[in-house]
């Protein structure tokens, strides 16, 4: 398994990154035309490869108009067909979603999902219509990016100890080097990503190397759920990643009143320009409404946020054989109307992120990942089944007469779900609802009177029909 690590520039020269932003913008140019051309059924969808590509550019002179070296414009091919073609795969799990709930004949579904994996979906109308709906032609937007091929670049050291990154710039046998803050040579092939003026250089390195991935997990089955103050709720009772919710919070908090700020900047210079002061409204756009300290506070954010979470998966999987989880890629659509500032904060609730940890931990320390479908699960009482009423942060059973905490019991319902044999992965939500209050129907039934007497019983025996509670 591969993982992703991140090298920073530090110091880079002005000029160096004026030249590969114009090597960006040029690829971008690549990227584009890829877009444009075999971004569609006729492109990936027919089955085309990236050497296909780069024989017949090579062939009719398109790669002339780039202006750009052989290997870089190549690379990026190959990149771009990777992701039209993850465009086209993540269109395809919308539609074995669609298959799922549309029949349940085992040999109507194998016929369906094998002509979907075989790219002969226009055949069928059902496949094709679904593959219009969820398959829109992508466009586009990347144009700071330059992928390095592995044997393209080079790394070494100065006498101050710093480490240095060439790479091949506009012209032949000309390197760009790049000062790098890591002190670790990054390998194999490069992504480097251009923001404010500071080189990202991203690469890959086998996740069995690092430390954390040697760390044995635990014998146990859990469940855990997504939470917001917290990043994961066990069914044993534990939170992890406690300081998640404060984090979100104050970020977004953070970010609503420096947003009003700049708004009312923004609309002072809107009136200086309306005016004719130009000068003010050029000074207000260079020195107060700039991008590149908030893109920074941004990655650093997001940086403390992935930290948070995936150190909270590593405790779950400390004790975890298994982990069974609700499925975080899935779409969620609620019908409550929240304010503005609860849906500013809730749009950084980063359940991708938290799928991501999920997933890689898991796959990394051995223990096994088991999704299964989480509708209900934060609203039903794990000990007898019945829907609850949700206050914040308690679960009110009446039945039972408890008040469960919310997040715990929806983690021992999602642990029950993964042995349930009537609720799959990806029955709708509508289904599992009648599942729920089917059961809670059939085990009232089972239920012995409460308060009954032997008067009472004689009374019910002989007028089955006449309501309990009759004075009559």
Known sequence: MKITRIAYSTRLNPGKYAALAEQARRLGRVRSEMWQRY???????????????????????????????????????????????????????????????????????????????????????????????????????????????????????????????????????????????????????????LRGGRVEVHYQIDASLMRSSQRPCGDATIGVDKGYTEALTDSDGGRHGCGLGELLSSESDRLKERNRRRAKLRS????????????????????????????????????????????????????????????????????????????????????????EALTNVSERRGSALVHVNAAYTSQACHRCGRLGRRTGDGLHCTPCGVVWQADVNAAINILQRAGDPDIALHTPHHKVKQILQDRTDRHRTRLPVQDSSPALAERRANHPNRSTMSNQ
């Open 39 to 193: 971004g569609s059924f006729a492109g990936v969808g027919s089955g085309l490869t990236d050497r296909q590509v780069r024989d017949r550019w090579l062939a009719d002179g398109t790669h002339v108009q780039f202006g750009v070296l052989a290997n870089a414009w190549k690379e990026t091919v190959r990149d771009a067909m990777g992701d039209i073609a993850a465009n086209l795969a993540s269109a395809k799990v919308e539609v074995r979603r669609a298959i799922t709930r549309r029949t349940t004949d085992p040999v109507e579904r194998t016929r369906m999902f094998t002509a979907l994996k075989a790219d002969q979906w226009a055949q069928d109308p059902f496949l094709a219509r679904q593959m219009r709906k969820h398959w829109k032609r992508g466009r586009n937007r990347t144009h700071d990016q330059i992928v390095v091929r592995a044997d393209k670049h080079n790394t070494g050291s100065d006498g101050r100890g710093r480490l240095w990154l060439a790479v091949p710039g506009l012209e032949r046998r000309k390197m760009v080097r790049i000062p790098l803050s890591s002190t670790v040579a990054p390998t194999g092939t490069l992504r480097l990503i």
């Open 268 to 355: 002072i210079a809107n009136t200086a320009a309306l005016r004719g002061d130009h000068q003010k409204a050029h000074r207000i756009m260079a020195n107060n409404l700039g991008t590149v300290k908030r893109d920074r506070q941004a990655v650093r954010h997001r940086a403390r946020v992935r930290t948070e979470i995936f150190t909270a998966v590593h405790r779950v999987v400390d004790n975890a054989a298994t982990v069974v989880a609700e499925d975080l890629t899935r779409r969620f659509a609620g019908r409550t109307t929240l304010g503005k500032n609860m849906n500013r904060r809730l749009a950084a609730w980063t359940k991708g992120v938290t799928a």
